[in-house]
T-cell receptor
Framework: GAVVSQHPSWVICKSGTSVKIECRSL??????MFWYRQFPKQSLMLMAT?????????EQGVEKDKFLINHASLTLSTLTVTSAHPEDSSFYIC????????????FGPGTRLTVL | AQSVTQPDIHITVSEGASLELRCNYS??????LFWYVQSPGQGLQLLLK??????LVQGIKGFEAEFKRSQSSFNLRKPSVHWSDAAEYFCAVGDQAGTALIFGKGTTLSVSS
């Protein structure tokens, strides 16, 4: 149990276009989902915390108008990269925490975004 | 400030030799500690976690870690490394409320034959 999926697993897009990444908890309900970003050969950095039914909380330095997060249900959060540019190319990973509580987060497999 | 330090950027170990990856943390609240492994282009796999209780925790793939509060450390060990263990290893810390994790910069493990 506790499986988190991401779709797509990789995407290539042209500069200026928008890309949507989905994060789903497949076998549990998640009140909270987290979005992380990982540059090549670097660690994961938290971008935002997404709570079902409310606005996401963004980390300092993350543009909320560029990285739109929607957590419309207890099993789905989406990250939309708007007007993507080459510097947005990165590995995006989501994680989810159970509705029933607990301290553990379950990570998705990640989405590789390449902006040309 | 809350942080996780992994002092070793890259470690090379001979196959069959023992391994220890270091992790030190600075955290204001009671820490909950994790070790994850990541293969190239892949997501994170949880190796083990420490919430409370026995300070020596066992994980998957033969890994173990020891929580030492006095040293603010949570080092990962394996008695005999296999070539398939070559990957990136991340130490992370969180709290009992389940807030976002803080990750170390990672240690790249190479295994030589």
């Amino acid at each position: 149990g506790a499986v988190v999926s991401q779709h797509p697993s990789w995407v290539i897009c042209k500069s200026g276009t928008s890309v949507k990444i989905e994060c789903r908890s497949l076998d549990f309900q998640a009140t909270t989902m987290f979005w992380y970003r990982q540059f090549p050969k670097q660690s994961l950095m938290l971008m935002a915390t997404s709570n079902e039914g409310s606005k996401a909380t963004y980390e300092q330095g993350v543009e909320k108008d560029k990285f739109l997060i929607n957590h419309a249900s207890l099993t789905l959060s989406t990250l939309t990269v708007t007007s993507a540019h080459p510097e947005d190319s990165s590995f995006y990973i989501c994680s989810a925490r159970r509705l029933a509580g607990g301290r553990e987060q379950f990570f998705g497999p990640g989405t590789r975004l390449t902006v040309l | 400030a809350q942080s996780v330090t992994q002092p070793d950027i890259h470690i090379t170990v001979s196959e069959g030799a023992s391994l220890e990856l270091r992790c030190n943390y600075s955290y204001g609240a009671t820490p909950y500690l994790f070790w994850y492994v990541q293969s190239p282009g892949q997501g994170l796999q949880l190796l083990l976690k420490y919430f409370s209780g026995d300070t020596l925790v066992q994980g998957i793939k033969g890994f173990e870690a020891e929580f030492k509060r006095s040293q603010s450390s949570f080092n990962l060990r394996k008695p005999s490394v296999h070539w398939s263990d070559a990957a990136e290893y991340f130490c992370a810390v969180g709290d009992q409320a389940g807030t976002a994790l803080i990750f170390g910069k990672g240690t790249t493990l190479s295994v030589s034959s």
